[in-house]
């Protein structure tokens, strides 16, 4: 209503009218009183988002605009959506920018530039109690209708935000599971959850180390700061290498050689004591590691051995398949055959299902020595060979269940082109 408040004191009444799980709100009512305990009227989990909000917005406009007067209008809203909520589709960021921009607004308050919405939400959600990146709410805010939206969102490093947008093809449609599962993060789950985190919390980390033994510089190497950066380096090494070649199919599966050769470099099995062993300099991020996964678990659950490259090679091949899936959209959107059409929709297709692949629950996938060999080997034989390529191993991270699992083989049964999970897994949807 117009009814304007100090920054101290307003009530906010929000109705939500969206498409819901159990574990979602109906209604929420809040007085927020700063100079004394807020009265939450009707208790909800989704009320410390929106005192969350108020707070990181005025210590946003506090810091950018000094001599502003910050005077919150009480708040009638309602909140309606077609997506189902708590199923890893409609985001908390989702509610949280919703809040943003009503705030924003209602009250008149200067716009902010998309970046710092990004940066400012997943701040609100560490006050409110998660840790996030910034992709949920990236995608939210920098979506087009009838586009696929693909950028890297690294956490620590907003400036490489870079939207790339592909078309949809209009032959296609998403269908949506619902597998009405939701994650439960305790004994051997979590143990499971824990195992593919550890390996990939590490990863960047050991394969830097093994690159500056295979020869890589000084200089490349500081360039890698995340996973995603492994294969960009090997990139400008392999093509500065290999001026002479200028066959693409060649040159990316000379990288994925080389990505082969150093998970081969890593053990099959290991240890924490192993892994110091190996790789000496990386005693505290290795024990910062196993605090963060396994030594929450219970004694009884805590591994003494695991294996690293799976969640490794799944990690580095998902990031191939995104980009791949990006660039087989943009060649869609320029032929017009149909027959081409078809055989391109079943290549983005086949990315999915061998994405789910190293997911599965059933997945049979282990990356030995003999698995690895193999695949140098048969590049050594054929570098036109495309089955080779790295996009096309599914690697094992295991973040499905027995009924995620189901419901992709159900798609698929009924002519879907392809189907996967999303969100962090372990249930949810396909």
Same mark, same amino acid.
């Given at each position: 209503n117009n009814q304007s408040n100090n920054d101290n004191h307003f009530k906010f009444d929000i109705i939500n009218l969206g498409i819901e799980t159990n574990n979602c709100f109906d209604h929420v009512q809040i007085e927020y009183n700063k100079n004394r305990n807020n009265e939450i009227i009707q208790n909800s989990n989704w009320t410390k988002y929106i005192e969350a909000v108020v707070e990181i917005l005025k210590n946003y406009y506090r810091s950018n605009f000094p001599n502003m007067s910050i005077n919150f209008k009480n708040m009638f809203t309602v909140i309606n959506g077609d997506l189902l909520m708590g199923v890893g589709l409609s985001s908390s960021h989702a509610f949280i920018l919703a809040i943003i921009s009503t705030l924003i607004q209602l009250n008149q308050f200067p716009l902010i530039d998309e970046i710092n919405i990004i940066l400012l939400a997943r701040e609100i959600e560490r006050v409110a109690g998660a840790v996030t990146g910034l992709g949920d709410q990236g995608a939210i805010l920098l979506s087009k209708r009838g586009q696929i939206l693909h950028s890297p969102f690294y956490h620590h490093d907003f400036k490489v935000i870079n939207p790339i947008y592909n078309q949809f093809p209009s032959e296609l449609e998403v269908v949506v599971f619902n597998s009405l599962e939701a994650r439960q993060l305790s004994g051997a789950k979590m143990l499971d959850y824990a195992k593919p985190r550890f390996a990939c919390s590490l990863g960047t980390l050991m394969l830097q180390i093994l690159m500056k033994k295979r020869g890589y510089s000084e200089n490349s190497l500081t360039k890698i700061d995340r996973l995603g950066y492994i294969s960009k380096v090997i990139s400008e090494q392999i093509k500065n290498q290999n001026q002479h070649i200028n066959d693409n199919l060649v040159i990316k599966n000379l990288i994925s050689q080389e990505i082969y050769k150093l998970l081969l470099d890593i053990p099959e099995v290991t240890s924490i004591k192993g892994l110091i062993d190996q790789f000496p300099e990386l005693v505290q991020p290795i024990a910062k590691a196993e605090e963060e996964y396994f030594?929450?678990?219970?004694? &009884? %659950?805590?591994?003494?051995?695991? @294996?690293? +490259?799976?969640?490794?090679?799944?990690?580095?091949? @998902?990031? &191939? +398949?995104?980009? &791949?899936?990006? %660039?087989?959209?943009?060649?869609?959107?320029?032929?017009?055959?149909?027959?081409? +059409? &078809?055989?391109?929709?079943?290549?983005?297709? %086949?990315?999915?299902?061998?994405?789910?692949?190293?997911?599965?629950? %059933?997945?049979?996938?282990?990356?030995?020595?003999?698995?690895?060999?193999?695949?140098?080997? +048969?590049i050594d034989n054929n570098t036109n060979d495309k089955t080779t390529l790295i996009e096309l191993q599914p690697g094992d991270f295991k973040a499905s269940t027995q009924r995620v699992d189901q419901l992709q083989m159900t798609a698929l049964k009924y002519n879907a082109i392809g189907a996967c999970l999303t969100g962090a897994g372990l249930g949810g949807v396909v």
């Open positions: 030594l929450k678990l219970s004694f &009884e %659950n805590r591994p003494k051995t695991f @294996e690293l +490259r799976g969640a490794l090679l799944f990690s580095l091949a @998902e990031i &191939e +398949r995104a980009n &791949e899936f990006s %660039n087989l959209l943009d060649l869609i959107s320029k032929t017009v055959d149909i027959d081409k +059409r &078809e055989n391109l929709f079943k290549q983005i297709g %086949n990315l999915m299902i061998i994405g789910h692949q190293g997911d599965s629950f %059933n997945n049979s996938t282990q990356v030995t020595d003999t698995y690895l060999i193999d695949l140098i080997n +048969r």
